[in-house]
Nanobody, 124 residues
Framework: EVQLVESGGGLVQAGGSLRLSCAASGFTFDDYAIGWFRQAPGKEREGVACIRSSDGSTYYADSVKGRFTISKDAAKNTVYLQIDSLKPEDTAVYYC?????????????????WGPGTQVTVSS
């Protein structure tokens, strides 16, 4: 059974940092790309970063470049999202998702499996 479980969310002040984790199981990690998405209240889900598990190649949305860093630990089948200089507009539920194959895309429909999400709230 494929499972993706996010953790690491919470309440943080603006300017702070968080590291989100996505623990994956039930599939061959290196065969997939893992993406991070977020959804704020009343807004559409948007992709922020993705990584190719086989070689660590990454791709970021322009809106988060320089503040978000995606990385992986293949030994733990885990992907991380480091978020620095947090802003109130980063408040959202953050999801990780898995897409089979080598392509790096931030399209919601591209991904096959999703985690339940973790809430990130940034206070001003």
């Amino acid at each position: 059974e494929v499972q993706l479980v996010e953790s690491g969310g919470g309440l943080v002040q603006a300017g702070g940092s968080l590291r989100l984790s996505c623990a994956a199981s039930g599939f061959t990690f290196d065969d997939y790309a893992i993406g991070w998405f977020r959804q704020a209240p009343g807004k559409e889900r948007e992709g922020v970063a993705c990584i190719r598990s086989s070689d660590g190649s990454t791709y970021y949305a322009d809106s988060v470049k320089g503040r978000f860093t995606i990385s992986k630990d293949a030994a733990k089948n885990t992907v991380y999202l480091q978020i620095d200089s947090l802003k109130p507009e980063d408040t959202a539920v953050y999801y990780c998702a898995a897409a089979k194959g080598p392509l790096l895309r931030l399209w919601v429909f591209f991904y096959d499996y999703w985690g339940p999400g973790t809430q990130v709230t940034v206070s001003s």
